[in-house]
T-cell receptor, first 116, second 115 residues
Framework: AQSVAQPEDQVNVAEGNPLTVKCTYS??????LFWYVQYPNRGLQFLLK??????LVKGSYGFEAEFNKSQTSFHLKKPSALVSDSALYFC??????????????FGGGTRLMVKP | KAGVTQTPRYLIKTRGQQVTLSCSPI?????VSWYQQTPGQGLQFLFE???????NKGNFPGRFSGRQFSNSRSEMNVSTLELGDSALYLC??????????????FGPGTRLTVL
């Protein structure tokens, strides 16, 4: 079975400060990891993914994420937060060794609030 | 390139009725997945279709079903609606292949309210 944990329901950060949204995962094999963002009344938008290779992955809108296999984590980061980054963020995992097609398991989501 | 479209965007039904939701994937995408999003359960996988065949199914009762057409468009059906079926239903499409490394692109969702 695969699972994802996002330990913080909400993260508050001041505009211009760095932000981190935490994610840990559990899979039996090797993971494919994804971050998505959801704005009010909208579907999910893809930010970035880790498949293999460099542990630091760069994505859309200045976001990046660091894959740490020993800590089974995939934290989302941004050096300087914008008010417009305020949204709901989801981490998702797929076990590459599990014949589960494109099925993703999502974390519970973290609401990011960036204050001016 | 047009994104994933879902119709209708909003739907109100009463208990016991059935409902059909529609999803048109991004052109060229052959995999379509459905997810249910609720405040209590979060995002849960319903099923995935690829080349008109159900490839995976989540842990939902048989009242939830789906299908995919030859043009990759997909529909999901919920029969005998219950209050707990009220949710945002999201459709996502991705490129072909069972590797699972392709990102999924989500539609805006259909907000279903069951009264």
């Amino acid at each position: 079975a695969q699972s994802v944990a996002q330990p913080e329901d909400q993260v508050n950060v001041a505009e211009g400060n760095p932000l981190t949204v935490k994610c840990t995962y559990s899979v039996s094999g090797n993971p494919y990891l994804f971050w998505y963002v959801q704005y009010p009344n909208r579907g999910l938008q893809f930010l970035l993914k880790y498949i293999t290779g460099d542990n630091l992955v760069k994505g859309s809108y200045g976001f990046e994420a660091e894959f740490n296999k020993s800590q089974t984590s995939f934290h989302l980061k941004k050096p300087s937060a914008l008010v417009s980054d305020s949204a709901l963020y989801f981490c998702a995992v797929r076990d590459m060794n599990n014949n589960a097609g494109n099925m993703l398991t999502f974390g519970g989501g973290t609401r990011l609030m960036v204050k001016p | 390139k047009a994104g994933v479209t879902q119709t209708p965007r909003y739907l109100i039904k009463t208990r016991g009725q059935q409902v059909t939701l529609s999803c048109s994937p991004i052109s060229g995408h052959r995999s379509v997945s459905w997810y249910q999003q609720t405040p209590g359960q979060g995002l849960q996988f319903l099923f995935e279709y690829f080349s008109e065949t159900q490839r995976n199914k989540g842990n939902f009762p048989g009242r939830f079903s789906g299908r995919q057409f030859s043009n990759s468009r997909s529909e999901m059906n919920v029969s005998t609606l219950e209050l707990g079926d009220s949710a945002l239903y999201l459709c996502a499409s991705s490129l072909a292949g069972a590797g699972g490394y392709n990102e999924q692109f989500f539609g805006p969702g259909t907000r279903l309210t069951v009264l």
